[in-house]
């Protein structure tokens, strides 16, 4: 019986690993960058394929130039030094209009060696830019990210729970702790302070009507 994740590509695997075949982020080590020349004479093409050797696999990486972009970014315009570093490395989709635009091709994913997720421009002659996020892809930032998805449960629960404006302002507190503390995100702070903001005006205009009656 055949694997649900297995792909046509999988079925005829050869020298080099194929978007087909990355059916999550494969991260590894680089071990080497270099010119194909066989491989150019081969395919008849004008200039010779990069290709990627990854530490602890058979198979290697024929590197396209957008590729190259990101690994510039991340690592630095010396091609000496990408060797040592770690690469994720996942199946995107070809950014440029044209004839493959959309077709399934191995794209930079991120690196464990990024602190935090990095957005770059992509632009090539006469071709129209493109973006591209680089993902931090290490544990420490999933446990990170993890962590700071489960404050703002704990926050989101706190806000529904809180029946008096004392709660609230002490929510928003905690709100400013958190977000100091990067235990939640920018984006989930505002997410919560608008909620926040409201509940305490209602809950204001709620105790001037008591006061007014009584």
């Given at each position: 019986?055949?694997?649900e994740?297995?792909?046509?590509?999988?079925?005829?695997?050869?020298?080099?690993?194929?978007a087909?075949?990355?059916?999550?982020?494969?991260?590894?080590?680089?071990?080497?960058?270099?010119?194909?020349?066989?491989?150019?004479?081969?395919?008849?093409?004008k200039s010779?394929?990069?290709?990627?050797?990854l530490?602890?696999?058979t198979?290697?990486?024929?590197?396209?130039?957008?590729?190259?972009v990101?690994?510039r970014?991340?690592?630095g315009?010396?091609?000496?030094?990408?060797?040592?570093?770690?690469?994720?490395?996942?199946?995107?989709?070809v950014e440029i209009?044209g004839?493959?635009h959309?077709?399934?091709?191995?794209?930079?994913?991120?690196?464990?060696e990024?602190t935090?997720?990095?957005?770059?421009?992509?632009?090539?002659?006469?071709?129209?830019?493109?973006?591209?996020?680089?993902?931090?892809?290490?544990?420490?930032?999933?446990?990170?990210?993890?962590?700071?998805?489960?404050r703002a449960?704990?926050?989101?629960?706190?806000?529904?729970?809180?029946a008096?404006?004392?709660?609230?302002?002490?929510?928003?507190?905690?709100?400013?702790?958190?977000?100091?503390?990067?235990?939640?995100?920018?984006?989930?702070?505002?997410a919560?302070?608008?909620?926040?903001?409201?509940?305490?005006?209602?809950?204001?205009?709620?105790?001037?009507?008591?006061?007014?009656?009584?």
């Open positions: 019986m055949m694997s994740e297995m792909s046509f590509d999988d079925l005829y695997p050869g020298r080099f690993y194929k087909g075949n990355l059916h999550a982020p494969l991260t590894a080590k680089i071990e080497r960058v270099y010119h194909d020349f066989e491989l150019q004479k081969q395919n008849k093409k010779p394929p990069v290709v990627l050797t530490a602890g696999h198979r290697e990486v024929v590197a396209c130039k957008t590729v190259g990101c690994l970014e991340l690592f315009n010396d091609v000496n030094g990408w060797v040592g570093r770690t690469v994720s490395l996942y199946a995107g989709k209009p004839k493959y959309g077709q399934p091709a191995i794209r930079v994913y991120g690196s464990p990024l935090e997720e990095r957005t770059i421009v992509v632009a090539f002659a006469g071709k129209p830019p493109f973006t591209v996020v680089l993902r931090a892809t290490g544990q420490r930032h999933e446990q990170k990210k993890a962590d700071a998805s489960s449960k704990e926050l989101s629960a706190a806000l529904r729970a809180a008096t404006a004392e709660q609230i302002r002490q929510l928003a507190l905690d709100v400013e702790s958190s977000l100091a503390a990067s235990l939640i995100t920018r984006e989930e702070a505002k919560l302070m608008g909620p926040i903001v409201k509940r305490e005006k209602e809950l204001a205009e709620k105790d001037a009507s008591a006061n007014v009656i009584t």
